[in-house]
Structure formats: structure tokens, C-alpha cells
């Protein structure tokens, strides 16, 4: 366990929003940060881009791991790793879903990067993993609900030698129970920089607009009374 004065946290890093906004609050908190960002082969691929410019503004781009998953492109099944399944404009009438679960859905992602990310801070000696989830507006993914997050934090304590040993690592999901715009104003009281940060599920020079991921952004942004620092095709 590290000190009071050099605690630290890993904060899984995407390059959007919520992610960036982690950071921001881990910062705050007194943590040294520990981003590690993952490459699985997203459409969105840009995003990896959006954050190494969010590691480098708070200056730990020497910190800043980008692991390798492409076998998710591999494997496919949603929308973000597999090329012939559309990401659904959201400004279009939908067709009846026979899930709950969006297409944009990625299997067991967030299961792989709390792992991951679970290695990375035994090794760093943080004691503490941000992820960015949130059980408001999490889109019906099933690993962004609490209670998945509790079995998680339950086998890390079974699964590591701080866990073993009495000390074990804590998952931090301070953006829980906020919605998109309370996570925003959040945001804008620390300077989080959005203006670095992309969320559009398509992954062009331009957001789109039109994702799921945009509009619940937007309306974020509309909700928090603030504007919007990146550009977008439709609007």
C-alpha cells in the first residue's frame, strides 16, 4: 500500500468523456495517475489518439499504457468491432429490439480491462482502478451496472496479493449514480478538457451526432448549460 502523499490510482482511459472526467476527479482526490487504455480494434479507433492528448495534458504520458486486445475485432459480435453491423442513428425510428442490450454492446470488455487494469495497479502499487461507468445513462450495457461492479471488486480481493494480504484494490466508480450533465459539471469545476475528448461511436474526424453515445453527450452538455468544445456533423 502506498502513502497518503504518493497514493495511486489507474484510470481506465478511453479518450472520452467519462473516462477524462475520472481523471479529473482522481487528480483532485491527491492521486498520481496511472491511465491504461485499451486498443481492441474499435471503429472508433480515434479515440486512442483523444487519450494520449488527455494522458500528456496531465502530464503523465510517461505513464500512459495502450494494451493491445484486437482479438475482440477477432471475435466481433457488436457494432464497435465488427464492420457489418451498423451503428444505429438515434435520430431515425428504431426497429423493435429483441434485446435491451444495444449492438454497440462489446462482449466482456469491461470484464478484460478491469483484469488488465487490476495487474497494472498491482504492479504500480496503486490502490485504486477508476472506470468510468455509470448506471444512469450506461446504455443497458450489462457490465456498467453495480452490481457487476461488485462481484468484480469481490474477486479482486480473492484473485491478487493485496487482496490476499489484507490491502486490498479498491474500484472506484465515481460517476455512478450522476447523470450525463452533473458528470459534465463536474467536469467544467476542474477544467476536465473536453475539447480533447471524442465519444462518437463512428470514429470520424467529426462526431456524428447521431450515435447513441453523441446524443446522450449532447444532451449532457444542453442539460448542463454548457457548450459542446468538439466538432460535429449534425447536430
Not at 20 to 42: N, R, S, V
Not at 76 to 102: F, H, N, R, W, Y
Not at 200 to 208: F, T
Request: aromatic content about 8%; overall charge negative; hydrophobic content about 35%.
Amino acid at each position: 500500500m502506498t502513502t497518503e502523499q504518493t497514493k495511486r490510482a489507474v484510470i481506465i482511459l478511453s479518450g472520452g468523456l467519462d473516462s477524462t472526467t475520472c481523471m479529473g476527479l482522481a487528480k483532485e482526490q491527491g492521486y498520481e495517475l496511472f491511465p491504461i487504455t485499451f486498443d481492441y480494434g474499435q471503429r472508433h479507433k480515434v479515440e486512442l489518439e483523444n487519450a494520449r492528448q488527455v494522458a500528456a495534458y496531465y502530464g503523465v504520458a510517461d505513464r500512459h499504457k495502450v494494451i493491445s486486445l484486437g482479438f475482440l475485432k477477432d471475435f466481433g459480435g457488436s457494432a464497435l468491432t465488427d464492420e457489418t453491423i451498423a451503428v444505429p442513428d438515434m435520430t431515425k425510428p428504431q426497429e423493435e429490439a429483441d434485446s435491451e442490450i444495444p449492438v454497440t454492446y462489446v462482449p466482456g470488455r469491461n470484464l478484460l480491462f478491469l483484469s488488465i487494469a487490476t495487474s497494472y495497479a498491482e504492479v504500480t502499487g496503486a490502490e485504486a482502478v477508476y472506470i468510468g461507468v455509470n448506471a444512469l445513462d450506461y446504455s443497458g450495457y450489462p457490465d456498467c451496472r453495480p452490481e457487476f461492479i461488485q462481484k468484480v471488486q469481490e474477486v479482486m480481493e480473492l484473485a491478487t496479493r493485496v487482496g490476499v494480504e489484507g490491502k486490498p484494490l479498491r474500484i472506484a466508480t465515481p460517476l455512478g449514480q450522476w447523470s450525463k450533465a452533473e458528470i459534465i459539471r463536474q467536469g467544467m469545476r476542474l477544467n476536465v478538457p473536453y475539447h480533447l475528448t471524442t465519444s462518437c461511436y463512428n470514429g470520424e474526424a467529426e462526431a456524428c451526432g447521431v450515435c447513441d453515445s453523441c446524443r446522450l453527450r449532447l444532451k449532457g452538455f444542453a442539460e448542463a448549460g454548457e457548450t459542446d468544445p468538439i466538432a460535429y456533423k449534425q447536430v
